[in-house]
């Protein structure tokens, strides 16, 4: 599999600006979603990652969020854009949703690209294609422990499809939540990354093979990483210190497109007008 241009350029990275050196502080990923224009255009555009992500920050008294971004330059560079952190929108009533957005614009000296809603996953195309448990799933975002110093440097993360959303996923701070399920391992830089399905060149589809041709869509938005489940297990250091350790299961909690989907739809009936605007330029970070 080799992911594809676009799909790496809608990835960026979210955290804060630490107030002892001045230093980005990456806590996890954002990506670009909007309305289709056409030709593969996007507009309005939104940013969006895991409202866990954004209440985390507010829990360390951040009261403004960075987005890093790679720009189009000759020699490394990286642009920020400033987001107040009382700016980011999240659903208004459903509190088990993990997803906060926020309308920006792509400036062309970023080199970053917005994916259109038409590349999202959706109930008619599970149906067509017969998305089913063990289909591939990957998802690009945040390893905290290899940011990049010049650029963002996102990593893809693959595993397959481990449960469909027949019902609700208990979680701890977002209460019963619709949600898939994947066999990938999540970690904290992942959080709020996109996770997206791989159709594959070859499907069986009513009983019948079927083949894709490299102009067919292959690659969907299924959702956004909500996080993993971990489990607690005692474990013996040298026969003598007895510790208690958060062991990853990888199993890895994915909010749904259409999760999502109901976020943006709630953005735009309130008509919220007090975010950056789309001209915005980003500042560059030095």
Known sequence: MRVPENIRKCVAYIGYVNQ???SFGPVGSVFFVGRDKGDGVADPIY???????IDGLRKKGVQETI????????????????????TWYSH????????AIHKMGIPAEVDHQ??????????ELMAQHEISLGDEVFMAGL?????GQGKN??????????????????????????????????????SGSPVFLNLGFVRSIEGQVKFYNARDPM?????????????????????????SQQINTGIAIVTPYYSLLKVMEAFEREKVDHLTPKTGTPELHT
């Open 153 to 190: 440097i996102p990593i893809i993360s693959t595993g397959n499809l481990a449960a469909l959303d027949d019902e609700k996923v208990a979680t701890r701070h977002f209460g019963d939540m619709d949600a898939f399920l994947i066999e990938s391992r999540s970690i904290g830089g992942l």
């Open 47 to 53: 940013a969006v990652t895991a409202k866990h992500v």
């Open 219 to 243: 690659f969907f938005m299924l959702g956004l990483i909500h996080g993993h489940y971990d489990i607690k297990e005692d474990q013996v250091d040298d026969g003598e210190t007895l510790s």
């Open 92 to 99: 208004p009533e459903d509190e088990s949703i993990d997803v």
């Open 114 to 123: 917005a994916l259109p809603i038409s590349g999202f996953m959706n109930s």
């Open 67 to 86: 987005i890093r971004l790679n720009m189009k330059v000759d020699d490394p560079a990286l642009g920020i854009v400033r987001v107040p952190i009382d």
């Open 20 to 22: 002892i050196d001045n």
């Open 143 to 147: 390893f905290r422990h290899h940011v």
